[in-house]
């Protein structure tokens, strides 16, 4: 499962996007990214029209006019906190009566590719190659006029005639070089209008074949999502129990929620019982609106806020998160197409501050279990929202606003037959400890206490497997780091050769296989270009020996990685 986390600054808001494929996360994660920056791009055009409104350096605006238009702005201001507030009351309400199953058409991706096919470069006019037109001997000569005298004395003729030549040939002369200057600047002319139209047709072709190979990878994209969705849609249908996990990860998704609201939550399902269990985290309290009245105060040209009552909030407050949890049973259970989901456990969860520390803290504030045949019984259009909770069995503190810790009815389950005992060994490493030729158990060990050391500063733990020696799954780690956490595979290859392609591709196989966030491989070695090539852009970290040591040496221990000393040690040569 590919996860993505979008937030928008202007709109104070995220959402946690997820995916079975990285293409699909990233059209949701644009898709999303569309909708947000249309509606702040209509905010920031109504804003704009109010402020424009409002401007009192405005010429021949009169203060009447700026105080008037002021008035008119708190107004519509009011009437917006006030629909804030209805809306933050009828969350339960708006979702009633509505089809909530995924319609599996309007998922697919039909979109077209919309970038224009670069068009041809107009190309430069060749010159013309000049000709030898303008010699004006070339076809009849010069020819002196020959008189009789110069007839009877052969001197005076013969000396015409060499004038004639001599002047023919200076003017021969003088039009080769014209035509040689002539023919020269065509050439030049020439070569700069045909390289230019060389590199217009380059830059075209280049720009083509970028157009055709985007066009390519869209389609390519867009048929594997499709195909992925269709792939999903079957699973789904025939009960696999992680497309069910993911269907009602995609209902949650779609349930629409002020901005504001958090959208994360971590389900877990049960294919023996048909029991999903899910931990859903809650609106902290600065989520929901808290104010009732705008108004315009002219003597100081600003608008004043007017809050409700402290009473009144906490009162709102305790509804909305019912609304929420009553909200989303009844989403999954209606969505519940081929009734796999028998009973649900929600547990909600809530970022707030100890009162009494100031702490921040993360405390499960309500849990609930519920069958599908009394929750859809309900007629929850009337109910009121805290009896219902209690009525079913939902435990809760006697105010929701007072961040009261609960224990969950059912704790998603992290645990995992194959986890083992473990031992420490960093202890026992000195700069003598050849990590290349360390027993292959106590390599993993140590890998484990290293991780450990790493995860426990924020809160995680580190398990080690069983021992199997078959480079599946070496130890899991737990990071509750509400961004990048999640459960992390570790796979350990004390190796004394370069970690191929193949090791990398099992490792992400295996992350897919166990529904986990991240994958780690630690090697003592170093790993192949094709192995760093498959694991760019994928939630994969490829450890190399070195880093390794640096990884140690950031903990206070030390110790070497020796190949040669390794292999003679191993018996590999």
Request: overall charge neutral.
């Amino acid at each position: 499962m590919w996860e993505i986390r979008a937030t928008h600054e202007g709109l104070h808001t995220y959402r946690v996007i997820r995916g079975v494929t990285k293409e699909e996360a990233e059209l949701k994660f644009r898709l999303q990214t569309e909708t947000w920056n249309a509606r702040w791009s209509r905010l920031q055009e109504a804003e704009a029209s109010r402020l424009a409104r409002l401007n009192k350096r405005e010429l021949f605006v009169r203060q009447a006019d700026v105080d008037r238009r002021g008035k008119e702005y708190a107004l519509e201001l009011t009437k917006e906190a006030e629909a804030s507030i209805l809306a933050a009351r009828s969350l339960l309400s708006s979702s009633w009566g509505k089809n909530h199953s995924l319609d599996w058409a309007a998922l697919n991706d039909a979109s077209h590719f919309t970038k224009s096919e670069p068009s041809p470069v107009a190309l430069q006019t060749l010159p013309t190659e000049p000709l030898r037109t303008d010699d004006p001997f070339r076809a009849t000569p010069i020819v002196p006029g020959i008189t009789f005298l110069d007839r009877i004395v052969p001197r005076l003729k013969n000396k015409k005639l060499a004038a004639a030549q001599e002047l023919e040939k200076k003017l021969r002369s003088q039009a080769e070089a014209r035509f040689i200057r002539a023919h020269h600047e065509w050439k030049k002319s020439f070569d700069e209008a045909s390289a230019l139209n060389q590199n217009s047709r380059a830059d075209y072709e280049k720009a083509k074949a970028a157009w055709v190979l985007e066009k390519h990878v869209f389609a390519e994209q867009q048929m594997q999502y499709n195909s992925a969705l269709a792939e999903f849609r079957k699973q789904y249908l025939n009960r696999v129990a992680e497309a069910i996990v993911r269907y009602c990860n995609e209902v949650v998704a779609r349930s629409v929620y002020p901005d504001t609201f958090p959208k994360d939550c971590q389900f877990s399902y049960d294919i023996e019982t048909g029991m999903l269990a899910l931990d859903y985290e809650l609106p902290p309290q600065n989520a929901v609106p808290d104010i009732k009245q705008v108004k315009y105060v002219a003597n100081r040209t600003e608008f004043q806020k007017t809050q409700i009552s402290g009473t009144e909030f906490r009162r709102l407050y305790d509804d909305v998160l019912y609304q929420v949890c009553l909200r989303t049973l009844y989403e999954l259970f209606r969505s519940d197409e081929i009734d796999a989901v028998k009973s649900i456990v929600f547990n909600g969860w809530v970022h707030a501050i100890d009162k009494a520390t100031g702490a921040d803290t993360h405390p499960c504030v309500m849990t609930i279990q519920v069958t599908k045949a009394e929750f859809l019984a309900l007629n929850l259009n009337q109910v009121d929202l805290k009896a219902c909770f209690r009525s079913l069995k939902g435990i809760s503190g006697s105010r929701l606003a007072d961040f009261s810790p609960v224990r969950p009815v059912l704790t998603l389950n992290r645990e995992d037959p194959r986890f083992v005992g473990s031992y420490n060994v960093a202890e026992s490493l000195s700069d003598k400890t050849n990590l290349a030729a360390m027993d292959w158990l106590d390599f993993e060990n140590l890998i484990r206490e290293l991780f450990e050391k790493e995860f426990s500063k924020n809160g995680g733990e580190v398990k080690i497997t069983q021992a199997s020696r078959d480079g599946g799954v070496d130890a899991i780690a737990f990071d509750p780091d509400p961004i990048r956490g999640g459960k992390i595979v570790i796979q350990a290859k004390r190796y004394t050769n370069t970690v191929g392609v193949a090791a990398v591709r099992d490792l992400f196989g295996t992350v897919h296989n166990e529904g986990a966030t991240k994958g780690i491989l630690v090697t003592t070695s170093d790993y192949g270009p094709d192995a760093y090539e498959f694991a760019s852009g994928k939630p994969l970290t490829l450890l190399s020996g070195s880093e390794l040591l640096f990884l140690l040496s950031k903990h206070g221990y030390h110790a070497k990685i020796d190949i040669k000393e390794a292999k003679k040690l191993l018996g590999e040569i």
